[in-house]
């Protein structure tokens, strides 16, 4: 998995900060008026002040009503969240061109036999109401069909109707029921030039169908809570970072030509302190355990956590101590989406999806880290290009 991680990295690396804008200068005071630029007043740190929560352009009143079903459409979830949102509206936007059924899909994790059912970490019900009206959807497959007998039909990261027509439809008649394997060619959150029908059941799947089980959401909320209480000298605020030891040690994870898809402990401290935040800010790291590594970030900002240290104790031997790591990564990705502040050390996947339902929320502070020069630097210098041209997917999702 790292190394198609890597490969992903190489081809989506941070948009540079130092891009001009498009437009002049009352582009970037229509910026500011919508708050991504105005410091909020509080005692301490550059935080930014949370835009409004988006609504969604779609509607179900959008699609055509469904037809009756034509066979299955199985697939399973993978690599973590920040693929599961990605994989859940490839799948319905092929089962709704295809006016398929689609079946609520297992999770698997990275090594073999580790599998989870969906409902081990998302709302079951939740999901199969929510596309209600837009795909027919099962909890399993009828008994008389096997899996050993689907055929296997590998699909692009946001897929198209046209894809599916000439490449997956046919497929579909000759077999009745497929398995479909998600692929990314690239890692891809731009936003549509041109919305259709498919882009619109992709907004709906991808922002409007997972929901945590409430088990899940019960730890991610005490979490979230214990580091607002440990954050009390910056009125509650904390820092989530995005930084893993073992994907800042593959080697696809630094290129040589000048730009830098990922940033260290000590590079990622020295940021922080540059522009602005001082010694009792609260930062949240999604390192699962703490390494040695990581002490030069503590040294400087002494309140730095990772699960560990604030997860409640009687939570730790099912989501934290188990062998299987699908809770981790999960926890990370629904406590990254709700910090106040964002900062994706490592390029890829997680910081796209992570960004996106963060736009969606209004959490605009998503700081892209850079090599600052000087001895000082204003925050909102480094928002992340997803919000300032607004050229996230969630922007064609949500008005």
Same mark, same amino acid.
Request: include cysteine; proline fraction near 4%; charged fraction near 30%.
């Given at each position: 998995?790292?190394? &198609?991680?890597?490969? &992903?990295?190489?081809?989506?690396?941070?948009?540079?900060?130092?891009?001009?804008?498009?437009?002049? @200068?009352?582009?970037?005071?229509?910026?500011?008026?919508?708050?991504? #630029?105005?410091?909020?007043?509080? =005692?301490?740190?550059?935080?930014?002040?949370?835009?409004?929560?988006?609504?969604?352009?779609?509607?179900?009143?959008?699609?055509?009503?469904?037809?009756? =079903?034509?066979?299955?459409?199985?697939?399973?979830?993978?690599?973590?969240?920040?693929?599961?949102?990605?994989?859940?509206?490839?799948?319905?936007?092929?089962? #709704?061109?295809?006016?398929?059924? /689609?079946?609520?899909?297992?999770? #698997?994790?990275?090594?073999?036999?580790?599998?989870?059912? +969906?409902?081990?970490?998302?709302?079951?019900?939740?999901?199969?109401?929510?596309?209600?009206?837009?795909?027919?959807?099962?909890?399993? /497959?009828?008994?008389?069909?096997?899996?050993?007998? /689907?055929?296997?039909?590998?699909?692009?990261?946001?897929?198209?109707?046209?894809?599916?027509?000439?490449?997956?439809?046919?497929?579909?008649?000759?077999?009745?029921?497929?398995? /479909?394997?998600?692929?990314?060619?690239?890692?891809?959150? #731009?936003?549509?030039?041109?919305?259709?029908?498919?882009?619109?059941?992709?907004?709906?799947?991808?922002?409007?169908?997972?929901?945590?089980?409430?088990?899940?959401?019960?730890?991610?909320?005490?979490?979230?809570?214990?580091?607002?209480?440990?954050?009390?000298?910056?009125?509650?605020?904390?820092?989530?970072?995005?930084?893993?030891?073992?994907?800042?040690?593959?080697?696809?994870?630094?290129?040589?030509?000048?730009?830098?898809?990922?940033?260290?402990?000590?590079?990622?401290?020295?940021?922080?302190?540059?522009?602005?935040?001082?010694?009792?800010?609260?930062?949240?790291?999604?390192?699962?355990?703490?390494?040695?590594?990581?002490?030069?970030?503590?040294?400087?900002?002494?309140?730095?956590?990772?699960?560990?240290?604030?997860?409640?104790?009687?939570?730790?031997?099912?989501?934290?101590?188990?062998?299987?790591?699908?809770?981790?990564?999960?926890?990370?990705?629904?406590?990254?989406?709700?910090?106040?502040? +964002?900062?994706?050390?490592?390029?890829?996947?997680?910081?796209?999806?992570?960004?996106?339902?963060?736009?969606?929320?209004?959490?605009?502070?998503?700081?892209?880290?850079?090599?600052?020069?000087?001895?000082?630097?204003?925050?909102?210098?480094?928002?992340?290009?997803? @919000?300032?041209?607004?050229?996230?997917?969630?922007?064609?999702?949500?008005?």
């Amino acid at each position: 998995m790292f190394v &198609m991680l890597g490969n &992903m990295i190489k081809r989506d690396h941070f948009d540079s900060i130092t891009e001009k804008l498009p437009g002049d @200068v009352q582009d970037v005071a229509k910026v500011a008026e919508e708050g991504l #630029r105005t410091i909020a007043k509080l =005692s301490k740190g550059p935080w930014l002040e949370d835009g409004e929560q988006l609504k969604p352009c779609w509607s179900k009143t959008n699609f055509d009503e469904i037809e009756e =079903s034509r066979g299955y459409v199985t697939f399973s979830l993978t690599n973590g969240p920040e693929y599961h949102v990605s994989q859940i509206a490839d799948a319905v936007v092929v089962a #709704r061109v295809l006016r398929a059924t /689609l079946v609520v899909p297992d999770i #698997r994790g990275s090594k073999p036999g580790d599998e989870r059912k +969906f409902e081990d970490v998302y709302d079951v019900n939740k999901f199969i109401r929510s596309l209600d009206g837009v795909v027919k959807v099962v909890k399993e /497959l009828p008994e008389e069909i096997s899996f050993r007998n /689907l055929a296997v039909v590998k699909v692009p990261n946001r897929v198209t109707e046209d894809h599916i027509i000439e490449n997956i439809q046919p497929i579909f008649k000759a077999k009745g029921n497929i398995r /479909l394997a998600t692929y990314f060619p690239s890692v891809n959150m #731009r936003k549509s030039t041109e919305k259709s029908n498919a882009d619109l059941v992709a907004c709906l799947a991808m922002f409007g169908t997972l929901e945590l089980q409430p088990d899940v959401n019960e730890v991610v909320d005490s979490m979230v809570e214990r580091l607002r209480t440990l954050s009390r000298k910056s009125d509650g605020r904390f820092i989530a970072v995005d930084l893993r030891v073992d994907l800042l040690d593959n080697k696809g994870c630094h290129e040589g030509n000048g730009r830098k898809s990922c940033y260290g402990a000590h590079e990622i401290a020295v940021f922080l302190r540059k522009i602005g935040y001082d010694k009792d800010t609260t930062i949240y790291l999604t390192q699962s355990r703490w390494d040695s590594s990581l002490s030069v970030l503590k040294d400087i900002f002494p309140k730095t956590y990772t699960k560990e240290n604030i997860m409640p104790a009687d939570k730790k031997e099912k989501f934290l101590d188990s062998e299987d790591s699908e809770f981790e990564k999960v926890i990370d990705f629904y406590l990254c989406s709700q910090s106040d502040a +964002f900062v994706p050390a490592i390029s890829g996947l997680f910081y796209a999806n992570v960004a996106g339902k963060r736009i969606a929320s209004g959490k605009n502070q998503i700081l892209v880290p850079a090599d600052i020069s000087g001895s000082s630097a204003s925050a909102t210098d480094f928002i992340s290009p997803y @919000v300032l041209k607004k050229n996230h997917m969630a922007h064609s999702c949500f008005c």
